[in-house]
Every structure is written in structure tokens, then in C-alpha cells.
């Protein structure tokens, strides 16, 4: 993972961790999901962070949801299997691909950029 999409990655898990409000963690968990899609190790923390979160809510739904994308995030980010944009949700439908939030979008082109460079 780039620095400057580790950083993003991380800076959104603190702000999961340090919000005050379930909407704001979820909201962070999601986009901390987006930027870790192309990580194995990352991908799948984000997964269990959203797990954590299911079970302190004890949303049943959510946290059956975030046991089934745990076993197969890791893998399918090895794969390039992803779809794109996800948020991770259990709400939303495992391989649904979505719209990549604008300031993401440059944070993963920046990452891309620095991968370029470093070769």
C-alpha cells in the first residue's frame, strides 16, 4: 500500500475509533474499506474493524455480513477481484461496484502515482 493511501487508510480508522456517533464510524469504516481494496492485509482489517463495530451495535445482520467478506477479503484483493468503490456494508450487495467518493479517488491516484515512480 502507497504512503499516501496508508495514511488516508489509517487517519480514517482513528476517525472510526475517536467519533462520537454510530453514522460518523460507519460512514469512516466505509471509506477506510474503499481505500484498502487493492491490500490484501488491509482490505481484511477494514473488515474486521467493521466486525468490532457490528458486534458492539449487536447488529446481527451486519456482523453475519462482515464474518462472510472476513473470509474472502484477503483473497480477493490478492486476485484483483474487488468491486471497485464497495463500501463494505452489509447492506450492500458483496460484488456490487460503486462510485469512488471524488477525494478518494485522488488519494488512490496519488497512491497509484507513487507505486509508478518507486519502480
Known amino acids: 500500500m502507497p504512503p499516501t ?6 487517519a480514517e480508522l482513528r476517525s472510526a475509533t475517536i467519533a462520537n456517533d454510530l453514522d460518523t464510524m460507519w460512514h469512516a469504516l466505509e471509506r477506510a474499506h474503499i481505500l484498502s481494496q487493492g491490500w490484501p492485509w488491509p482490505h481484511t482489517r477494514s473488515h474486521w474493524h467493521m466486525l468490532r463495530l457490528a458486534l458492539r451495535c449487536r447488529d446481527r445482520r451486519e456482523a453475519l455480513g462482515q ?8 483473497l480477493a484483493s490478492s486476485l484483483g477481484r474487488v468491486p471497485v468503490g464497495n463500501t463494505g456494508r452489509a447492506t450492500v450487495g458483496i460484488m456490487t461496484p460503486m462510485p469512488i467518493p471524488d477525494d ?6 496519488a497512491g497509484r502515482a507513487e507505486t509508478t515512480t518507486s519502480r
Open 104 to 109: 478518494l479517488e485522488r488519494i488512490l491516484a
Open 67 to 74: 464474518v462472510v467478506r472476513l473470509t474472502g477479503a484477503g
Open 5 to 10: 493511501v496508508r495514511a488516508a487508510f489509517e
